[in-house]
């Protein structure tokens, strides 16, 4: 199964680009500002692999950063729903980011594969797009109308809000989100 990942951030202030008509003069999104009072982080960050066989996204939130403890805890979830369907293999299509290259990730997709192979399941095949190159990777696109789909004008979301909206649009579950090891 050929399918291609990345990592977004959603913000609960930042504005996308959007461009409508408007009878009266221009009206322009603003960013909005935090509240000093809302603990609530400002941003969360989401792993995601569009399939190509059906177009569906698989979608995990992160608690915490993308780092290489959390790039494998998504593949690990990600290998077992396709076994689940039945698929023997991933072809992956990603950039270079940091947790993408790190040694801790390559040695964890080799001893995957290893055991995949030993024992049956989805062994992982990774083809890193150039440096410097998102328009390759099929899931940009996607996370930009995902942003211009669920902002909301008048008030910052709410985390919860923001994760409701996401898994609404991409029509997939809302699982609890991975969380980053500390320590």
Same mark, same amino acid.
């Given at each position: 199964? %050929?399918?291609?990942?990345?990592?977004?951030?959603?913000?609960?202030? *930042?504005?996308?680009?959007?461009? /409508?008509?408007?009878?009266?003069?221009? =009206?322009?999104?603003?960013? @909005?500002? /935090? $509240?000093?009072? $809302?603990?609530?982080?400002? &941003?969360?960050?989401?792993?995601? @692999?569009?399939?190509? $066989?059906?177009?569906?996204?698989?979608?995990?939130?992160?608690?915490?950063?993308?780092?290489?403890?959390?790039?494998?805890?998504? =593949? *690990?979830?990600?290998?077992?729903? %396709?076994?689940?369907?039945?698929?023997?293999?991933? %072809?992956? +299509?990603? #950039?270079? /980011?940091?947790?993408?290259?790190?040694?801790? !990730?390559? *040695?964890? +997709?080799? &001893?995957?594969?290893?055991? /995949?192979? &030993?024992?049956?399941?989805?062994?992982?095949?990774?083809?890193? =797009?150039?440096?410097?190159?998102?328009? @390759?990777?099929? +899931?940009?696109?996607?996370?930009?109308?995902?942003?211009?789909? +669920?902002?909301?004008?008048?008030?910052?979301?709410?985390? &919860?809000? !923001?994760?409701?909206?996401?898994?609404?649009?991409?029509?997939?579950?809302? %699982?609890?989100?991975?969380?980053? #090891?500390?320590?």
């Amino acid at each position: 199964m %050929l399918g291609f990942q990345d990592e977004v951030w959603w913000s609960r202030f *930042a504005r996308p680009s959007l461009n /409508a008509w408007s009878e009266g003069p221009a =009206l322009r999104l603003q960013q @909005l500002s /935090a $509240d000093p009072q $809302d603990a609530e982080p400002k &941003a969360l960050s989401c792993y995601g @692999l569009l399939r190509a $066989d059906t177009g569906q996204m698989l979608l995990r939130f992160v608690k915490g950063r993308p780092v290489s403890q959390v790039t494998e805890d998504f =593949l *690990a979830w990600v290998c077992e729903r %396709l076994a689940s369907e039945g698929k023997k293999a991933l %072809l992956m +299509i990603w #950039d270079n /980011a940091s947790w993408h290259v790190s040694h801790r !990730v390559r *040695a964890w +997709i080799g &001893a995957h594969n290893r055991r /995949a192979k &030993a024992e049956g399941g989805v062994r992982i095949v990774t083809c890193r =797009l150039p440096s410097k190159s998102p328009w @390759l990777n099929r +899931i940009e696109p996607c996370w930009v109308h995902g942003k211009r789909a +669920i902002h909301e004008p008048e008030r910052p979301l709410m985390i &919860a809000e !923001v994760m409701e909206r996401v898994c609404t649009y991409y029509g997939c579950e809302q %699982l609890p989100p991975l969380e980053q #090891d500390v320590g």
